[in-house]
């Protein structure tokens, strides 16, 4: 298959890496002028979860393709959600096309989206990666699975080839009931952890922020709280959270059992410890706290443990 990825971020380059490694045509859009448009090869340190629930360290090189065409089978988007609507109009601009899979942290409700696509084949899912990108090098770590939405869902003709791409690459695909709840219910999760991480470290010192809180029971008892209170805000908007009893259930016990619980799985499973110490975009996490924090004030939602970690950040969060 013949797969664009938008820009040269994290996400998108681990996914890229895993198709053009299982024999796909990748290429990179790049807009003109970017500090990254002469990047043509990266190494790659991979911490590799898809045959090992514990991931095998894999070392590699992933040669960067520039876009060279007009019509690809799929279109790779992981940006903050302010920045779809500026892929659209460069896709537009120059006349590409394909179907659009829109892995983005999304806020918004499926209208905002729908218009935002401009009538455009897409489909929503979620990576289940993480790492960075510095001195030319993708630091990565990779689960065996990826969240998709559901076929009757989704608006686009070639479902089965997406999920035909994943399996060529050994990544299982998953689908929730609704895919925007479940990421609405993601971020909700990640903006309770990381406000949480952020009161006892440094929102600049992200690896650090995330090790003092995955080694304290005390912070993740404090974080598993918080959760709950996110969740609820999600809950405000009409979701109905009893979908999600697999992505919750944890965070429902009693803490003196979940922060323990969650402690020994950070302590016993280096790749799940890895994702929460590579993600370093600070301006990304800062997004999910504000938009959680925003719509939970807005809505009159008591979450004090949540505010009370979330406005003990330093002015960073107003940025």
């Known amino acids: 298959m013949n797969i664009l990825i938008i820009g040269l971020g994290v996400i998108g380059t681990t996914y890229g890496y895993l198709f053009q490694k299982a024999g796909h045509t990748v290429e990179h859009y790049l807009r003109l002028g970017s500090p990254k448009a002469g990047i043509r090869q990266l190494k790659v340190d991979l911490l590799d979860g898809r045959k090992d629930s514990k991931g095998i360290a894999k070392t590699d090189v992933y040669q960067v393709n520039p876009c060279s065409g007009k019509q690809y089978d799929f279109i790779f988007v992981s940006v903050p959600s302010g920045g779809i609507a500026g892929v659209v109009q460069s896709l537009d601009a120059e006349g590409i096309s394909g179907t659009i899979l829109l892995c983005c942290g999304i806020w918004e409700d499926r209208a905002y989206v729908d218009g935002l696509l401009q009538g455009r084949d897409f489909i929503l899912g979620y990576p289940v990666a993480g790492g960075n990108i510095a001195y030319g090098k993708l630091s990565c770590c990779v689960f065996d699975h990826f969240m998709l939405e559901r076929e009757e869902r989704s608006r686009i003709p070639d479902y089965a080839q997406l999920l ?51 080694n ?104």
């Open 164 to 214: 035909s791409l994943f399996a060529s690459c050994d990544v299982k695909t998953e689908q929730p009931y609704d895919m925007l709840e479940w990421i609405w219910l993601h971020m909700a999760i990640n903006a309770a952890v990381v406000s949480v991480a952020g009161k006892y470290g440094s929102i600049d010192d992200t690896a650090g922020s995330a090790e003092a809180l995955m």
């Open 216 to 319: 304290s029971s005390a912070k993740l008892a404090e974080a598993v709280r918080a959760i709950r209170e996110t969740s609820g805000i999600v809950a405000a908007r009409g979701v109905d959270l009893r979908h999600y009893r697999n992505e919750l259930w944890a965070y429902k016990l009693p803490t003196f059992l979940s922060a323990p619980m969650m402690k020994r799985v950070f302590r016993n499973n280096i790749l799940t410890r890895k994702i929460m110490t590579l993600h370093g975009n600070v301006n990304d996490l800062l997004f999910v706290c504000k938009s959680l924090y925003e719509t939970g004030q807005s809505s009159g939602i008591k979450a004090p443990v949540f505010y009370s970690a979330f406005q003990s950040i330093p002015t960073r969060r107003s940025e």
